[in-house]
């Protein structure tokens, strides 16, 4: 560990000449493109990235993409669900510093302090937000407090300090039960099926405004379908401390003995097996198409605002995803048939198009992956982080 905060101070020291240099015009021009002057080759930036949520699950992942691709993170969580031992695990994994701190998005003084702490960001990665359906109907409040008025006092300070890119964690939740499949990005938008899915539209209408009106930055909102799996090497995961309520993490804990059995809601859906399909998206396409989404609006003029889908394009049914864990297992995993849960959608899967012609961002990882290091994780978490 102190070695590894001996690189972190020396690569602050790079990153400070790094930061004298940008400011000038001429080797702005060299970073980004074919150095015409000298005809050397571009030199990649290295970026100063704030990744609010990054003890998180989506966020600890696409901190580790970020790193390995030379960057550079400073971490923001407050904890609510997550711990700060991920950030070992980021740093173990990708074998470089990742700076963090304990903040609270709704707390001002605490951002304000981090912002000043770090005059010169390149990004921002804006993970943190609470992401439970059910907890948002019984505390819809609270999910507009922390998610939307955190994302406005997030971008109180991109403005202050002139942070050119934002990328926000947005979600499929937006489309609700979509009439056409695959949901493109311009399929329209149905009502939110939950205060959570609204402050998922709110985040993304105020940036899409914010980003029109304040001028000087561009923001991507990337709509997520379902992130599941780990950390190839099953040494990161997700690792909640709120109650996990998502498929795979409930496949992993009846797996491991921890449940008697894997609930399954409805088996009359009009679906090829009668159980709802869903686009399971593997951890670490998702952490990479963060990192892509940076580099492209680094290519745009400021004021540039555009949405895309991630997900795989392959619709999974419940009980082939079960299957598909089965394969991986070599047992059966026990289950009950349970009746339909209100609120859940019928099928949802992604045309990713856009992000793969604008992005040059294919998902890489299959099914099978998925499961095989979700398990890997299952066996591994409760030493690994606690
Ligand atoms: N996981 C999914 O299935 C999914 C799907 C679509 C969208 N998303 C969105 O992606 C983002 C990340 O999701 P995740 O699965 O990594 O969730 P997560 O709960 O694992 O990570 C979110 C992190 O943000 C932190 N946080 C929450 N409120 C905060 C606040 N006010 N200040 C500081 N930190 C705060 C939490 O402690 C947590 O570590 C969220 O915005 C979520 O809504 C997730």
Redo the contacts with the bound molecule.
């Keep these: 560990m102190s070695f590894l905060r001996f690189l972190h101070s020396l690569r602050f020291r790079i990153s400070a000449v790094y930061d004298l240099f940008r400011s000038q015009q001429s080797f702005k021009t060299c970073c980004h493109g074919f150095c015409k002057t000298s005809g050397t080759l571009p030199i990649k930036p290295i970026l100063k990235v704030l990744v609010?949520?990054a003890?998180?699950?989506?966020?600890s992942h696409t901190a580790i993409d970020l790193l390995q691709h030379g960057h550079e993170v400073i971490g923001?969580?407050?904890?609510?669900?997550?711990s700060p031992r991920v950030f070992d695990r980021i740093e173990k994994i990708s074998g470089k510093p990742c700076l963090s701190y304990q903040?609270?998005?709704?707390d001002k003084d605490s951002l304000g302090r981090i912002f000043d702490a770090h005059p010169r960001l390149d990004a921002i990665m804006h993970?943190?937000?609470?992401?439970s359906v059910d907890e948002s109907v019984v505390h819809p409040d609270l999910y507009y407090e922390?998610n939307v008025s955190?994302l406005i006092n997030l971008i109180h300070f991109q403005k202050k300090h002139r942070v050119p890119r934002l990328i926000f964690?947005?979600?499929?939740?937006v489309y609700g039960n979509a009439d056409q499949l695959p949901v493109t990005e311009s399929t329209p938008w149905k009502q939110a099926e939950s205060p959570y899915g609204l402050t998922?539209q709110l985040g993304e209408m105020i940036l899409q405004d914010f980003t029109r009106h304040a001028g000087s930055m561009s923001c991507v909102s990337l709509r997520?379908f379902?992130?599941a799996g780990a950390h190839p090497g099953g040494h990161l995961g997700?690792a909640?401390t709120k109650e996990v309520r998502?498929l795979i993490p409930l496949i992993m804990e009846t797996g491991a003995g921890k449940r008697p059995f894997l609930s399954i809601y409805g088996n009359d859906y009009p679906t090829r097996d009668g159980t709802n399909v869903r686009d399971f998206i593997h951890i670490m396409d998702l952490a990479r198409a963060h990192t892509l989404a940076m580099d492209y609006l680094g290519n745009l003029p400021a004021g540039t605002y555009e949405v895309f889908n991630l997900g795989t394009g392959r619709g999974v049914t419940i009980l082939e995803a079960i299957e598909a864990f089965n394969r991986v297992r070599g047992e059966k995993l026990p289950v009950k048939w349970a009746g339909r849960r209100p609120g859940d959608v019928v099928a949802i899967y992604a045309d990713y198009q856009k992000a793969k012609n604008l992005l040059g961002w294919q998902p890489a990882y299959t099914m099978e992956d998925i499961m095989a290091h979700a398990w890997a994780w299952e066996k591994n978490k409760s030493e690994l982080i606690s």
Excluded: M, W
């Design positions: 609010t949520g003890s998180g699950y989506i966020g923001l969580d407050n904890y609510v669900n997550s903040a609270d998005l709704r993970f943190a937000a609470l992401k922390n955190g964690s947005s979600s499929c939740t998922k997520y379902n992130p997700e909640a998502n």
